[in-house]
């Protein structure tokens, strides 16, 4: 079946601009994660959903970044006023519930001018 | 706070030999550990795991061994082919205490392939 998908690939933005990233997990997939890999660094974890519980945002970096998930598929990350330093490459995974393995999109990847 | 290290940012292996990937973490309350591979452009892709229950998991050419004791996880490739050159994330988790696959991942260590 298909996999994670991720739109767009690529994004340019001019600092202070808005962005929103988004995220289609594997159908059926009730758990669903945002992760972002800076230059040179590992994957850092953002933000968790799980079925209608509660998202847990405690990897958000500031109160610039959100995100939803509609219906319990798919996902937006909102970055608002980007900075520079939020240039990285934005990854989204799912599992079948929490408990399982986590397969990731190929990623957007943001460039904040 | 680095709870999950690769101290090798990069690592190469003739084709055929063994490769060894190394991880260490600090935070005793991990309890499940992954290991995924990155190609260029791709998201990472699950490699194997390991419960800490265990000390070994194999899955084909792929070994991951857990010290629980020392902290430390590694990952055997035997034997390496040109096509393991990639990034390798090792990542852990606190499933019984967080209820959740929250990974944290180390930095990557980048595996070269040499013909």
């Known amino acids: 079946g298909a996999g994670v998908s991720q739109s767009p690939s690529n994004k340019v933005t001019e600092k202070g601009k808005d962005v929103e990233l988004r995220c289609d997990p594997i159908?059926?997939?009730?758990?669903l994660y945002w992760y972002r890999q800076s230059l040179g660094q590992g994957l850092e974890f953002l933000i968790y959903?799980?079925?209608?519980?509660?998202?847990?945002k405690s990897g958000l970096p500031s109160d610039r970044f959100s995100a939803e998930r509609t219906g319990g598929s798919v996902s937006t990350l909102t970055i608002q006023r980007t900075q520079q330093e939020d240039s990285a490459v934005y990854l989204c995974?799912?599992?079948?519930?929490?408990?399982?393995?986590?397969?990731f999109g190929p990623g957007t990847r943001l460039l904040v001018l | 706070d680095q709870q999950v290290k690769q101290n090798s940012p990069s690592l190469s292996v003739q084709e055929g030999r063994i490769s060894i990937l190394n991880c260490d973490y600090t935070?005793?309350?991990?309890?499940?550990f992954l290991w995924y591979k990155k190609y260029p452009a791709e998201g990472p892709t699950f490699l194997i795991s390991?419960?800490?229950?265990?000390d070994k998991n194999e899955d084909g050419r792929f070994t991951v061994f857990l010290n629980k004791s020392a902290k430390h996880l590694s990952l055997h490739i035997v034997p390496s082919q040109p096509g393991d050159s990639a990034v390798y994330f090792c990542?852990?988790?606190?499933?019984?205490?967080?209820?959740?696959?929250?990974?944290?991942f180390g930095q990557g260590t980048r595996l070269t392939i040499n013909p």
């Open positions: 935070n005793s309350m991990f309890d499940y």
């Open positions: 390991i419960s800490s229950i265990k």
């Open positions: 990542a852990a988790s606190a499933r019984v205490i967080q209820g959740a696959q929250k990974l944290v």
């Open positions: 159908s059926g997939h009730t758990a």
């Open positions: 995974a799912s599992s079948l519930n929490f408990q399982e393995t986590q397969y």
């Open positions: 959903f799980q079925g209608n519980s509660a998202p847990d």
